[in-house]
């Protein structure tokens, strides 16, 4: 099927034009195609940018095992709403995805239920040396050196040099220092104000995880991607390190901070913790030089109920695919970046960081993985609205500028006219059939 996306302003790699864009099959066939082309469908973008489809490269969507929070069935139509064509998804499942087997049935679910294309990473343990060398298909390996499930943690020294001497995938980290965690927890075990996370989780403990975690990096010549970036002290480690290292924010980091406990309680509580605005405003800097590279939303649902429970009970995570593009959207709105930095951070960025071949870009023979966005459209964040499986967003009631309103996963429709396109069988896996690389050229 060919369809002709007319009248766009559209996002390339090198400009911002307004133009046609081709579609054929899977594929971006043509830019500015000549003015009597074919196609089976035209659609009239006057007023509307087209962007490439965003990539989320963490997230938690719950399956196997906790269905109960989130399913991949429900997330990935958010993803779609969300203008995000391409997850991928945190070993930290039940069970967790530490061998290639269960690399391997958690793709098999994603291709008979996911409607966006996805990735899923092998999780390290201290034991899992040989499971983490031969894996395959996958993006890279996650360590949780600290907040981790299961027998995820790895906060060995010994345990650590090995992954990162012995491996050759890209590697990932939680990094907050679980020795600090625990002697901060101590100091605050009869609290249960939910803002004393902030201090439970905090900068030093951040700061030591990812000192630690660089050096390895460096003295290993590693490549390593910080995620979920959330101190300003933390940015200031973030120069080039000869191309081995690159990082991410995520959208609570970037707008909420610890003065956001009283209106919101748990529903702000994750690891990391929120910091100070004055945090926020470093991370923003950072992602502005480029010593961050990313933004990715950490989407790690909990129900309503679970959020409720008094804290320290209460668990640590929040939904965000759903909104995360129209978040960042609004900031363009107000000024604070441009379309065409989101579409760096959001897009293209991540594409290079775990070399997703032929995505994060329209450009010809690229997939078409797009999304329509309205600049000028305000709308009201509302529970009842979202699609993912937990139904909360702790920007419920926030009037927000900017919003995706269609997306279409390797050429075919799955949002629009304000819905998800319930035939649509776009998605595919990213590192499969030979489609992903692992730092392949382009």
């Known amino acids: ?26 594929q971006i066939a043509a830019i500015d195609p000549a003015i009597h082309t074919a196609a089976d469908e035209t659609v009239d973008a006057a007023g509307l940018h087209l962007i490439p489809g965003v990539i989320d490269d963490q997230v938690h969507f719950r399956e196997p095992g906790l269905t109960h929070k989130e399913d991949l069935r429900h997330a990935s139509r958010a993803c779609a709403k969300g203008g995000v064509t391409t997850f991928l998804e945190m070993p930290n499942t039940v069970p967790n995805a530490t061998t290639q087997q269960r690399i391997d049935e958690k793709l098999a679910l994603a291709a008979d239920k996911s409607l966006v294309n996805y990735g899923f990473y092998i999780g390290a343990t201290p034991q899992n040396l040989r499971d983490l060398k031969a894996a395959h298909r996958t993006p890279g390996i996650k360590i949780f050196i600290g907040s981790s499930t299961g027998d995820l943690l790895v ?8 992954i990162f001497a012995e491996t050759t995938l890209p590697i990932c980290a939680h990094c907050e220092d679980e020795t600090t965690v625990r002697a901060n927890a101590e100091r605050y075990r009869d609290s249960t ?11 030093a403990a951040a700061m030591i995880a990812t000192q630690r975690a660089l050096d390895l990096a460096r003295r290993h010549k590693h490549r390593f991607h910080v995620l979920h970036v959330s101190t300003g002290d933390e940015t200031d480690l ?8 690159t990082a991410e924010a995520c959208p609570h980091h970037l707008l909420l ?24 405003e470093r991370l923003w800097q950072a992602l502005t030089d480029g010593r961050i590279q990313v933004i990715a939303t950490d989407h790690a649902p909990h129900t309503r109920e679970e959020k ?3 804290y320290p009970k209460s668990p640590s995570g929040m939904p965000n695919v759903e909104n995360s593009l129209a978040l960042v959207l609004d900031q363009v709105h107000r000024g604070r970046c441009t379309l065409e930095q989101v579409v760096h951070w959001m897009c293209d960025a991540p594409a290079r960081v775990w070399d997703i071949v032929d995505k994060g870009r329209i450009a010809v023979g690229y997939d078409a993985d ?5 600049l000028n459209k305000t709308a009201t964040v509302r529970n009842e609205d979202q699609l993912t499986k937990c139904g909360w967003s702790a920007w419920d009631g926030v009037e927000l500028t900017g919003w995706p309103v269609a997306t279409w996963v390797r050429g075919q429709a799955a949002f629009r006219d304000g819905a998800i396109v319930e035939d649509c069988r776009g998605g595919e896996a990213v590192y499969d059939h030979g489609r992903g690389g692992y730092w392949a050229t382009r």
Not at 257 to 268: E, F, H, N, Q, T
Not at 370 to 374: A, G, I, K, R, S
Request: proline content about 5%; aromatic content about 2%; glycine content about 4%.
């Open 1 to 26: 099927m060919k369809t002709l996306i007319t009248n766009a302003t559209v996002v390339l790699p090198d400009e911002t034009l307004r133009t046609a864009v081709l579609v054929d099959g899977t």
């Open 155 to 162: 906060d060995e020294q010994d345990a650590l040099e090995a």
């Open 193 to 203: 104000d939910v803002a004393d996370h902030s201090r439970v989780r905090d900068t």
């Open 238 to 245: 973030l120069a080039d390190h000869a191309g081995l290292i």
């Open 257 to 280: 901070s610890v003065d956001d406990y009283p209106r919101l309680g748990s529903l702000a509580q994750m690891n990391p913790s929120l910091k100070t605005t004055a945090d926020a």
């Open 308 to 310: 409720a429970a008094p």
């Open 370 to 374: 797009l999304v329509l966005v309205d």
